[in-house]
């Protein structure tokens, strides 16, 4: 016999009480704070606002902290805490081409002017457990003042080698978190759901097109964070101001050329940008943001990266987590309905066998 739970709000009480006590952990042991998460999870805290989409490393921390660790739990508190914000307008487009540059690797180029800046990175590191972190023994170094450095694929494009980035022209961009996304999108639309899309999502698709899926001959013209000024009109001024400055990653990817009657080959473009050190994702990014201009470039489409709605449509993981996790919820009328149904059904197979085997 199938019975309902019960136990109503008395138990949701006594599971967020549980939840706080298994937040909080051993009493014995130091709470850990918000500082340290955001300057010793900084990766993590970066993922958070990117995919959160509100630009804020303590309140990011709060969230990581919140959720105990659960990155897309933490990304679903910073979006709803979002929308109570009061919004007072749109920034100026940022100039990333003046970023004073933390990190900037190109695989084009060995030289190039400014040169290669590693930076923060685990690229070259050995994938070996460090014994000496869990002791709090680490390396100090002075970090190198950040600087602004040309972009490569503006030196590509001085040449005509690269065509020029895809401009969007007309009406203001449209803003996917106040209203509803209706498919065909343009590509502002189309970067806005990238940019605060699942990272391991994007990063299976991105994959899918090096192994065929949308084939593009990617290479990384140029993988640069650092530090941006935002501006923003102030009409009661008059005048733009600057509120400060955000930490982004952008990835511009070269892929595989094209040319025409009237355009000579050149290369093409895939673009990624995303808040904070988010380097995997910015890759994907672009990855799957070249793949899903097929039409534009006049390529054959075969390739789920290359499905626009499909991509984009299932690229949110806090829309994702809630389809998913409602099935955790209460479906007892919902079951038994189906449950009674398949009994039916039974009984009628039955009834027929056994008419069956009398007519026999």
Not at 1 to 10: I, L, R
Not at 33 to 47: F, H, K
Not at 82 to 96: I, K, N, Y
């Amino acid at each position: 016999m199938y019975v309902a739970a019960k136990g109503g709000e008395k138990a949701i009480r006594n599971a967020h009480r549980l939840l706080a006590k298994r937040r909080r952990g051993n009493r014995n042991l130091p709470d850990i704070g918000l500082a340290q998460i955001a300057e010793q999870l900084a990766l993590a805290v970066d993922r958070v606002m990117a995919e959160g989409s509100l630009y804020d490393a303590e309140l990011a921390a709060l969230a990581v902290k919140q959720a105990r660790g659960d990155l897309i739990e933490a990304i679903f508190l910073i979006r709803a805490f979002r929308t109570t914000l009061p919004r007072f307008g749109a920034s100026t487009p940022v100039d990333t081409g003046a970023m004073l540059v933390r990190r900037r690797v190109s695989a084009t180029f060995k030289d190039l002017p400014g040169g290669q800046l590693l930076g923060p990175t685990f690229d070259y590191t050995h994938r070996l457990l460090g014994a000496g972190l869990g002791e709090g023994g680490e390396a100090e170094m002075m970090p190198a003042e950040p600087e602004a450095m040309p972009r490569v694929t503006d030196l590509l494009g001085a040449d005509g080698l690269i065509e020029p980035a895809p401009a969007e022209e007309g009406e203001e961009p449209f803003d996917i978190t106040r209203a509803p996304v209706a498919f065909p999108v343009d590509r502002a639309t189309r970067l806005q759901m990238l940019a605060r899309g699942d990272e391991g999502y994007l990063l299976a698709l991105g994959y899918s097109t090096q192994r065929g899926f949308g084939r593009t001959h990617p290479f990384v013209g140029e993988i640069r964070f650092g530090d941006v000024e935002v501006s923003f009109f102030a009409e009661e001024l008059g005048f733009e101001v600057s509120p400060g400055t955000v930490q982004l990653t952008e990835c511009q990817m070269v892929t595989q050329f094209t040319g025409s009657a009237s355009t000579p080959p050149q290369f093409t473009r895939g673009y990624g940008l995303v808040f904070g050190q988010c380097e995997r994702k910015a890759m994907s990014m672009a990855l799957v943001e070249r793949a899903l201009r097929w039409a534009e470039l006049g390529e054959e489409k075969g390739a789920p990266a290359q499905d626009e709605e499909f991509v984009l449509a299932h690229s949110d993981n806090v829309q994702a987590t809630g389809f998913v996790e409602h099935l955790k919820l209460p479906h007892y009328v919902d079951f038994q309905a189906e449950l009674d149904l398949v009994r039916r059904m039974r009984a009628e197979r039955e009834a027929a066998a056994s008419l069956k085997e009398a007519a026999e």
